[in-house]
Structures are given as structure tokens and as C-alpha cells.
T-cell receptor, first 111, second 111 residues
Framework: NAGVTQTPKFRILKIGQSMTLQCAQDMNHNYMYWYRQDPGMGLKLIYY???????DKGEVPNGYNVSRSTTEDFPLRLELAAPSQTSVYFC??????????FGSGTRLTVV | DQQVKQNSPSLSVQEGRISILNCDYTNSMFDYFLWYKKYPAEGPTFLISISSIKDKNEDGRFTVFLNKSAKHLSLHIVPSQPGDSAVYFCAASSADYKLSFGAGTTVTVRA
């Protein structure tokens, strides 16, 4: 039972490059979320989805895009990487409760 | 604007003693509160929660107290154990399953 799987675990990007952070869950959860955590700050919601085909912006969506074509997958796309996007990114999923299951995170550095 | 605040970035406690973590919130629409625990290089894991209709919830060594009039909640860990050394995040929601997180408190349990 894998839970929430995030890949890659680490990545270094150059300014202006693009990449996709992958997130997959095998618990048949409807709700999925992307958060970022900056040093000394709480987790900030980037995007979320309440089901396949439905996504919406969170608190800090600028510079990111998402899609939800299946219940299992919720990839996060960075189109033009900027140093301000250096962070640790967490994907999470939940049923209709508040107990999120988080992935182990992707540490992204933009140089 | 930070709607959930954890004003103590760190807490050091002796093994066997009580750990008390505090959290304040500003949004009066929040009606569900959670605590998450995070070890290094892992995602946060759900610890305990409380609904706004209650003022206390207990689960083993962990108890969460809610004071709605003061917009304050606290997490008590009794007795503290070395495995409790981690970062603890307070989180809150207003019935839409999106969580707002505090910045976290790092707990160190000394032998």
C-alpha cells in the first residue's frame, strides 16, 4: 500500500526551465492538493482538486499549473522556473475527511 | 496574511514531562482543527483533530484543547518520549477541506 508517491525527491533547475512534479495516490481519494513549504513558514496551498477533471487555485498559484485527468494522478507543472520557486513541495490526498495523507515531498532548487 | 499562527518556533522538554504546543487563529469561520507531525525528509502525518463543537479531544498521550472565544488551541503530549521529537504543525479549515497551516513548532525531547 504505497499511499501518496511523489517523484522526483530532489531536483535542481536552471532559471527559465520547466518541469513537472509527479504525484500519484492509490487510495481512491477524491481530493488532492499541492502545498509548498518555505523555511520558517507553514505549508501554503498551491492548487487543489476535488475530483478528476476539476481543479482550482489555492493561495499561491502563480507560476504553476495542474491537471487531474485521473483519480490517481495530480501532476504540478512549473513552466518558467524562478528562484522564488525554490521550496519543498508536498502533494496530499484525502477522502471527504480532513485527515490528509501526504507524500514525502520534492525538494526543488532553482539556480 | 497568516491565519494560523504558531508563535513558538521551538520547544525543548525532558523525557517524561509534558509538552504543550500552542496555536492561534484569526479566521472565525474555521470550524475544524488538526495537528500534524513531521519528521525530517518525510511528509507530515495526521496526529489528532478537533471539531469546533468540542473543547477537548484525547487520543492516548495526545490531547488537543480548543478555546473558541480566544481563538486558541493547544496540543498536550504526556508523557513526552524521544520519538516525539519532530516538527508539529497546527492546521485549520472552514468546511471546504482546504487546510491553512501554521509555521510549525520543532519539539526536542531530551533524555
Amino acid at each position: 500500500n504505497a499511499g501518496v508517491t511523489q517523484t522526483p525527491k530532489f531536483r535542481i533547475l536552471k532559471i527559465g526551465q520547466s518541469m513537472t512534479l509527479q504525484c500519484a495516490q492509490d487510495m481512491n481519494h477524491n481530493y488532492m492538493y499541492w502545498y509548498r513549504q518555505d523555511p520558517g513558514m507553514g505549508l501554503k496551498l498551491i492548487y487543489y482538486s476535488v475530483g478528476a477533471g476539476i481543479t482550482d487555485k489555492g493561495e499561491v498559484p502563480n507560476g504553476y499549473n495542474v491537471s487531474r485527468s485521473t483519480t490517481e494522478d495530480f501532476p504540478l507543472r512549473l513552466e518558467l522556473a524562478a528562484p522564488s520557486q525554490t521550496s519543498v513541495y508536498f502533494c496530499a490526498s484525502s477522502t471527504d475527511s480532513y485527515g490528509y495523507t501526504f507524500g514525502s515531498g520534492t525538494r526543488l532548487t532553482v539556480v | 496574511d497568516q491565519q494560523v499562527k504558531q508563535n513558538s518556533p521551538s520547544l525543548s522538554v525532558q523525557e517524561g514531562r509534558i509538552s504543550i504546543l500552542n496555536c492561534d487563529y484569526t479566521n472565525s469561520m474555521f470550524d475544524y482543527f488538526l495537528w500534524y507531525k513531521k519528521y525530517p525528509a518525510e511528509g507530515p502525518t495526521f496526529l489528532i483533530s478537533i471539531s469546533s463543537i468540542k473543547d477537548k479531544n484525547e487520543d492516548g498521550r495526545f490531547t488537543v484543547f480548543l478555546n473558541k472565544s480566544a481563538k486558541h488551541l493547544s496540543l498536550h503530549i504526556v508523557p513526552s518520549q524521544p520519538g516525539d521529537s519532530a516538527v508539529y504543525f497546527c492546521a485549520a479549515s472552514s468546511a471546504d477541506y482546504k487546510l491553512s497551516f501554521g509555521a510549525g513548532t520543532t519539539v526536542t525531547v531530551r533524555a
